[in-house]
């Protein structure tokens, strides 16, 4: 049985594993896709069906994000740690006698004392034509963490989301004009949206539907309909933000995420199951930048230790009850 079983692949589960890795526990790190938003991902995986071996990793070709180096050495530093890796789906999350147990698609049922989901959450996608061939080419579901990549440049926010409008703040400062394409009203009337009326290179486009993405190898236009009429938008980049759906499908059971499906966790990132802890965009704690996952996974690995020690002592202490003589005249009652 492990110590720690971490479920996930980017930056909150990277800084779990380095934590884990520091305090000797015996944990396994299991990833369906490495790098998680951030677009990382292993160069080489030498999978032997039983366990990855990860001694290769690349990065993606991107300009620099923040956190990234850290996020380079916390890979790095798990290349040691390879054999702990594996490279598999976690199905279903389940209470076990004084542990949990992680059913997984190809390594069968692993049992831990402890568990952190850090599975992050998947953007709802923009499902129109062009959308999905120049995604990552001017096409993007991250605007906080590419925000610097396009300053002095024409951008669209497709959303108007409370992260979406917060990003548009961002990339109102130093774009050259933003578009905001909102189908819905969504947070416009909320005091950030207010402002954001008032900027004056930026431009809302209420009940708004963006129908095409036009571009060879790079976004160059988006088809928006509006008020019965389409028209284009030259622009160069495009960040979508329609909502974000949390990958907590194996916890769903146990009766831990809010009606959103997000983790509900403590500050020290604890569920309401014993032994069950949860970092990064699947709770409700979520940052969506990697600088905060890369804490919110030290964090959850911490308590996962804490946790870990309280019940050694308890076992120990009860064990030297246990083993201890008895002397004359005195009675020990240990309950159960």
Do not use: C
């Amino acid at each position: 049985m492990y110590d720690l079983l971490i479920v996930g692949g980017g930056a909150a589960a990277l800084s779990a594993a380095a934590y884990a890795a520091s305090k000797d526990l015996n944990f396994a790190m299991l990833y369906d896709e490495f790098g998680g938003k951030v677009g990382w991902h292993p160069a080489s995986l030498d999978v032997d069906q039983s366990r990855a071996d990860a001694a290769r990793w690349a990065y993606a070709d991107r300009p620099d994000l923040p956190g990234d180096p850290l996020l380079r050495h916390l890979v790095d530093n798990l290349r040691v740690a390879s054999h702990r890796v594996m490279h598999d789906r976690a199905l279903l999350v389940e209470r076990g006698i004084n542990m949990l147990r992680v059913d997984t698609r190809a390594h069968g049922v692993l049992e831990a004392a402890t568990v952190i989901i850090a599975t992050g959450a998947s953007p709802v996608t923009l499902q129109v034509p062009g959308a999905r061939r120049l995604l990552q080419h001017g096409l993007g579901y991250s605007i906080r963490a590419y925000a610097q990549q396009v300053a002095g440049k024409p951008v669209a926010v497709i959303g108007s989301t409370l992260r979406a409008l917060r990003g548009t703040a961002e990339l109102a400062r130093i774009a050259e004009r933003v578009y905001v394409i909102a189908r819905h009203a969504g947070y416009l009337a909320t005091p950030i949206g207010v402002a954001l009326r008032q900027q004056p290179r930026l431009e809302i486009i209420e009940d708004g539907e963006v129908t095409e993405v036009i571009g060879s190898d790079h976004v160059k236009e988006l088809v928006v309909k509006h008020g019965g009429q389409r028209q284009r938008l030259r622009v160069d980049h495009a960040f979508v933000d329609l909502g974000l759906i949390p990958n907590s499908q194996p916890v769903l059971g146990l009766g831990v995420t809010n009606a959103n499906g997000f983790i509900k966790v403590d500050r020290q990132n604890a569920t309401t199951v014993p032994g069950l802890f949860a970092a990064g965009d699947v709770t409700t704690a979520a940052g969506e930048q990697v600088l905060v996952a890369i804490g919110e996974g030290a964090r959850a690995a911490m308590s996962a230790y804490d946790y870990l020690l309280a019940h050694r002592l308890a076992a120990n202490a009860e064990a030297t009850i246990h083993d201890a003589p008895r002397k004359e005249g005195m009675a020990f009652e240990v309950s159960a």
